[in-house]
């Protein structure tokens, strides 16, 4: 397992961007698939987006595409989402997950503490 710790989120207004970081304590941040979920209040948590060990696969969920991009940083062991055109909607908390080896939506290993971002109407 790794420690995970997210930072950037905020309250945006709808149509604005904040970009979301996590860093992984350890030195195997490379073998690691990494992902970021959500959870909107009152309801169950839910995938956003992930990517590849190397970077070589990204993964979104329907609901984000052209709007988010995830992407790391394996010389700084920290995995970034960028959140474009954001909307009311997408007001949730969100977390950053490590899986071990490729990326799949179970079997992930560690979770960040969250970090909450609010879309303002």
């Known amino acids: 397992q790794v420690q995970l710790v997210e930072s950037g989120g905020g309250l945006v207004q709808a149509g604005g961007s904040l970009r979301l970081s996590c860093g992984v304590a350890?030195?195997?941040?490379?073998?690691?698939?990494m992902g970021w979920f959500r959870q909107a209040p009152g309801k169950e948590r839910e995938f956003v987006a992930a990517?590849?060990?190397?970077?070589?696969?990204?993964y979104y969920a329907d609901f984000v595409k052209g709007r988010f991009t995830i992407s790391r940083d394996n010389a700084k062991n920290t995995v970034y989402l960028q959140m474009n055109s954001l909307k009311p909607d997408d007001t949730a908390v969100y977390y950053c997950a490590a899986r071990w080896g490729s990326w799949s939506e179970t079997g992930i290993g560690s979770w960040g503490q969250g970090t909450q971002v609010t879309v303002s109407s």
């Open positions: 350890g030195r195997t941040f490379s073998s690691y698939a």
């Open positions: 990517i590849s060990w190397s970077g070589g696969k990204i």
